[in-house]
């Protein structure tokens, strides 16, 4: 085995850089924190990891976390690329996590590291089903052949009884939606057992899919102890349904793998607990290297955040994150592995330009609120975000695409 697994890390350090990043080569493969007599030449030439890059950045007067070794105080930031040899590992995901983002993360002689991207060998993509719909299948299933597919959330997240929820379907449907999921709040309640809403939604959906020949995709949310996952997937390809949802963080890699494949449907994978893990700009992931590891894995939609969102991610982390989402992660022939990016998080009509001119087409736009909380209802919200979406794509400025609908004119007065 040849080919070597490539990660990028974002570091910040007291030590000098060559130091720093020897150590953290020498931790995350054959070093303790002795040297042993095993280690020779030849041992190390096969087994180490390399340290392949060195760009130093800026520096900086304090530490961004604690417990770092002290050193001269002069807290210098940079970008370390380090390999490994894919004998290591072999092409497993989760022991490849351990490896790229294992013990690392605890290292004294850092304070600050994170992970920003990953190259792995195409003895991985060879390994791992990767997504078994992606844009393409998603797209057959749901008919929408060009532009967004638009979607929206159950909204309130929790609360609604299974008949409740089958009736705000049953009114989307009829508006025109391509996309309705759950949200990840909502799984398997008492107040809304998953199987009698599974039974409630598909009915709404069978009656919409028999009138008009289109047959809206629900992602229902199917997360839980494994053996409930998969009789929870064959309940739903039993009913007809056309996709599943899966918070990622909550059933884990191994689980999310065992799966994927049992799964016969789309994955809506929900990004929800991401915050954790990269919320501190010194700590942690960055999206483009995480969504690398779940996409592989076989998720076929995977949530970025939006433009001008609720949270506190910016436009251009949003951005980067859906266009990695859709770019391929090995060479021809091996399969692209690309997946639909989910723009989500407090988005409205007035967010369809933008969008559509910094990410494009080939994405599921999401909004909930901005759709269940149109004033005209939610019909008029549906009707208001595919006015929009027609306008940006025609190039068309919103406010005089607003001016010749009602529902877009009230998501601009609501919203803006």
């Not at 719909?133 to 609360?159: D, M, N």
């Not at 929820?165 to 057992?193: M, N, R, W, Y």
Request: proline share 6%.
């Amino acid at each position: 085995m040849s080919e070597r697994i490539h990660a990028v890390y974002l570091v910040e350090t007291a030590l000098p850089l060559a130091k720093a990043a020897a150590a953290l080569a020498g931790e995350q493969s054959t070093g303790t924190f002795v040297a042993l007599k095993e280690e020779t030449e030849g041992f190390l030439t096969r087994y180490a990891a390399r340290v392949e890059g060195i760009e130093e950045l800026d520096t900086v007067a304090s530490p961004s976390l604690p417990g770092a070794a002290p050193g001269d105080g002069c807290y210098r930031r940079a970008r370390l690329e380090i390999s490994w040899p894919l004998e290591n590992t072999g092409p497993s995901l989760p022991n490849l996590l351990a490896t790229i983002a294992g013990n690392l993360f605890e290292l004294r002689q850092f304070s600050g590291l994170r992970l920003e991207d990953i190259r792995l060998p195409t003895a991985f993509a060879r390994a791992y089903p990767g997504p078994q719909f992606g844009v393409a299948g998603t797209r057959r299933l749901t008919g929408v052949e060009a532009g967004p597919l638009l979607g929206t959330i159950i909204k309130p997240s929790i609360g609604l009884t299974p008949q409740e929820t089958a009736e705000l379907v049953a009114t989307l449907c009829a508006a025109g939606i391509d996309f309705i999921k759950d949200d990840e709040l909502q799984s398997d309640g008492p107040v809304s057992p998953f199987a009698e809403r599974l039974a409630c939604v598909s009915a709404a959906i069978d009656r919409h899919a028999q009138r008009t020949g289109k047959r809206v995709m629900y992602a229902i949310n199917i997360t839980g102890e494994l053996d409930d996952m998969k009789r929870r997937h064959d309940a739903v390809l039993a009913a007809g349904g056309t996709c599943v949802m899966v918070s990622l963080n909550s059933v884990g890699l191994a689980g999310f793998s065992a799966l994927r494949r049992h799964c016969q449907l789309p994955i809506h994978a929900h990004r929800n607990g991401f915050g954790a893990l990269t919320r501190c700009p010194m700590l942690g992931f960055g999206y483009v290297a995480w969504q690398k590891i779940w996409r592989l894995a076989g998720a076929d939609h995977m949530h970025v955040n939006g433009l001008r969102n609720k949270f506190y991610e910016s436009d251009a982390s949003v951005i980067a994150s859906a266009k990695a989402c859709l770019t391929p992660m090995f060479p021809a022939p091996e399969k692209p592995c690309t997946v639909m990016p989910v723009v989500s998080s407090g988005q409205t009509a007035l967010h369809a330009h933008d969008t559509c001119a910094a990410i494009g087409t080939d994405l599921l736009f999401m909004c909930g609120g901005g759709i269940v909380g149109h004033p005209m209802g939610a019909a008029a919200g549906v009707a208001a975000l595919r006015q929009a979406w027609t306008a940006a794509m025609a190039g068309e400025p919103l406010n005089d695409a607003a001016a010749r609908h009602p529902e877009l004119a009230a998501a601009v007065e609501a919203f803006g």
